[in-house]
């Protein structure tokens, strides 16, 4: 099992930006695949960015494309999501997870963190 922590979140203007930051203990952070996802009052948790194990590969969603960039440090277990030119409707709870190497599924998850983006 990981252990993840999100934090970073805040309030921020339309068009301004937010690093979130997910820290991670336990087993070796390396071996996973982790992912940033979010869900909005009322709306079903979305998928946001992922990145492989090595940080060679990269996916993100339509809606965030060109504006979020996912990395991570393995020597600081650390996976980022820098958020640029945010909008309002990028305000939900943002949470990562680590993909299990074994199932292929998100099966660990941080307790989220909140972003909200005035307009």
């Known amino acids: 099992q990981v252990h993840l922590v999100e934090s970073g979140g805040g309030l921020v203007q339309a068009g301004g930006s937010l690093r979130l930051s997910c820290a991670a203990s336990?087993?070796?952070?390396?071996?996973?695949?982790m992912g940033w996802f979010r869900q909005a009052p009322g709306k079903e948790r979305e998928f946001v960015a992922a990145?492989?194990?090595?940080?060679?590969?990269?996916y993100y969603a339509d809606s965030v494309k060109g504006r979020f960039t996912i990395s991570r440090d393995n020597a600081k277990n650390t996976v980022y999501l820098q958020m640029n030119s945010l909008k309002p409707e990028d305000s939900a709870v943002y949470y990562c997870?680590?993909?299990?190497?074994?199932?292929?599924?998100?099966?660990?998850w941080g307790p989220g963190t909140q972003v909200t983006v005035s307009s």
């Open positions: 997870a680590a993909q299990s190497p074994q199932s292929g599924e998100y099966d660990d």
């Open positions: 336990g087993r070796t952070f390396s071996d996973y695949a």
């Open positions: 990145i492989r194990w090595s940080g060679g590969s990269t």
